[in-house]
């Protein structure tokens, strides 16, 4: 899939409009590709949970 395919589908989930104005919703590490097969999700972006996301393939 490709990188702004995939922000878009989960933007139209969780719009950004309706996050909390303290969120910091939105992508907060992405791969310079354009095309992304693995995916990390977590709540708070921490040097561990990349790390761990990084060992097991993800590009964002």
């Keep these: 899939m490709k990188q702004s ?3 878009a589908l ?3 989930t969780a719009p ?3 996050a909390a104005p ?3 919703s939105g992508v907060q590490v992405a791969s310079a590709r354009q095309d ?3 995916l990390a999700v977590c709540l708070d972006p ?3 949970s990349i790390r761990i996301a990084l060992s097991g393939g993800a590009e964002m």
Excluded: G, Q
């Design 36 to 38: 992304i097969n693995r």
């Design 16 to 18: 950004l409009a309706i």
């Design 10 to 12: 989960i933007e139209r």
């Design 22 to 24: 303290w969120d910091r």
């Design 5 to 7: 395919e995939l922000i």
């Design 46 to 48: 921490t040097p561990e």
